[in-house]
């Protein structure tokens, strides 16, 4: 009988644990994909406030405006938190992709506003760091792949062009669009033009560059096997 009862303990030992109440609930959150709050240790069963990267409870905090208890809606300013109206008072923007108040450099596009690393193509996800973007059904991509699933866009007016296409200067453009940057005189592939910051000039206003621009652009031409 005494054998059998260790026997009894033993296999008890290998299979059952004692856990605190915090460890207990850590567990059973995993097992559900539930937070648990960082005060009091609870399992958080509607969505949690993320304050300083942790997950809690809203009510465990007040707006530091207005003493209002938060919800998941709350903002963190400056490493203090404010209701929704509160922060909507104080001007400051909220990224159109993460929902986070924007206190550096604000990109603004597509009528709203975004932080630079999260202002990105739709397709390959890399930001778009100032440089152009073409916009499809309330989506932004860059040039590769909007051309690859949409077609041309006019490096001019930044639209799907639905009619001919002029091809030149290694971009694509509205035969509406395609003028002289300079005087805006509409040109065809018939006309002669010079390029010029990546857009076409026409000879008239090419003749009244200056000298050494003049050279600098014919030079610029022959290294690239323009005549």
């Not at 001007?91 to 009528?111: D, F, K, L, Q, T």
Request: proline share 4%; net charge positive; with cysteine.
């Amino acid at each position: 009988k005494h054998c059998h009862d260790t026997s009894k303990f033993l296999f008890s030992s290998i299979y059952l644990r004692h856990l605190c109440r915090p460890c207990h609930n850590r567990e059973k959150a995993r097992g559900l994909g539930k937070y648990i709050c960082q005060k009091c240790h609870a399992i958080i069963e509607e969505q949690p406030l993320i304050f300083k990267n942790d997950p809690y409870h809203p009510d465990h905090f007040n707006c530091n405006n207005c003493g209002k208890e938060l919800t998941a809606d709350a903002r963190e300013l400056k490493g203090e938190l404010f209701c929704l109206p509160c922060h909507d008072k104080m001007g400051v923007p909220i990224c159109g992709a993460c929902r986070r108040p924007i206190e550096g450099r604000v990109v603004n596009a597509m009528g709203k506003q975004w932080h630079v690393e999260h202002f990105v193509c739709a397709k390959c996800e890399k930001p778009f760091l100032g440089h152009r973007h073409y916009e499809r059904k309330g989506l932004a991509y860059c040039e590769t792949h909007y051309n690859q699933l949409f077609g041309d866009v006019c490096y001019h007016c930044n639209r799907v062009i639905e009619g001919d296409v002029v091809s030149a200067l290694n971009k694509a453009w509205c035969v509406s669009c395609f003028s002289c940057s300079t005087c805006n005189t509409k040109l065809t592939l018939k006309n002669k033009f010079v390029e010029f910051d990546m857009k076409p000039v026409c000879k008239k206003c090419y003749e009244k560059f200056p000298l050494e621009l003049k050279k600098r652009l014919k030079k610029l031409a022959e290294s690239l096997g323009r005549k």
